[in-house]
């Protein structure tokens, strides 16, 4: 099966400051890869996503990137904000395949 | 407006006792979750229904049972609780294509926090 591995598992940033965290995955059929958020005692929430027929996708101050040839995918956050605060979780998924298989999280903490 | 509900939001019992966790969606979507949240966060998925069939049963143990009654309910029952299985559990759900685009954004529920004493 598919195997996500997830780095930083935290990160501290000061605010304004630009945020990196990096997601690696071992199966080379996956072809969705998601990032959710998830605020202290709340649900993920899905904050950006990409396909494997794209290599960047942005959407204000968050960006996705990814390399099919690596198996690599990461989340950019720039001008970071104290609400940014969050943990962070990547995901790879195959197309019409029920299975989602998260990374560990990034704890990210901006600080003001 | 509730998309992805859960009941009960805590939950606190004892080893040994027998308990259920309800899950509904309100959004169409064909597919629902369950998924455990342990202590450092990993977000690990146990089920996955596609209209109301079991399609993904992860290596859980068979004290955990899913049981989809329609589309829009997805509910966990656990037998013989264990003081591992003290977590946060989300329910999601997903649909396979919206309006001509493929999208599997999942969305989660608020999560059951589980405590076993």
């Known amino acids: 099966g598919e195997n996500v591995e997830q780095h930083p598992s935290t990160l501290s940033v000061q605010e304004g400051d630009s945020a990196v965290i990096k997601c690696t995955y071992s199966?080379?059929?996956?072809?969705?890869f998601p990032w959710y958020k998830q605020e202290l005692g709340k649900r993920p929430q899905l904050i950006i996503d990409?396909?494997?027929?794209?290599g960047e996708k942005k959407d204000q101050r968050i960006a996705v990137t990814l390399n099919k040839t690596a198996k690599h995918f990461s989340l950019h956050i720039t001008e970071t904000q104290p609400e940014d605060s969050a943990v962070y979780f990547c995901?790879?998924?195959?197309?019409?395949?029920?299975?989602?298989?998260f990374g560990s999280g990034t704890k990210l903490n901006v600080k003001p | 407006d509730t998309a992805v509900s859960q009941t009960p939001k805590y939950l606190v019992t004892q080893m040994g006792n027998d308990k259920s966790i309800k899950c509904e969606q309100n959004?169409?979507?064909?597919?629902m979750y369950w998924y455990k949240q342990d202590s450092k966060k990993f977000l690990k998925i146990m089920f996955s229904?596609?209209?109301?069939?079991?399609?993904i049963n992860e290596t859980v143990p068979n004290r955990f049972s899913p049981k989809s009654p329609d589309k829009a309910h997805l509910n966990l029952h656990i037998n013989s609780l264990e003081l591992g299985d003290s977590a946060v559990y989300f329910c999601?759900?997903?649909?396979?294509?919206?309006?001509?685009?493929?999208?599997?954004?999942?969305?989660f529920g608020p999560g059951t926090r589980l405590t076993v004493t």
């Open positions: 999601a759900s997903s649909q396979r294509r919206t309006s001509g685009r493929l999208t599997y954004e999942q969305y």
């Open positions: 199966d080379s059929a996956s072809n969705y």
């Open positions: 990409i396909r494997s027929n794209v």
């Open positions: 995901a790879a998924t195959l197309y019409n395949f029920n299975k989602f298989y």
């Open positions: 959004l169409g979507h064909d597919t």
């Open positions: 229904y596609n209209n109301k069939e079991l399609i």
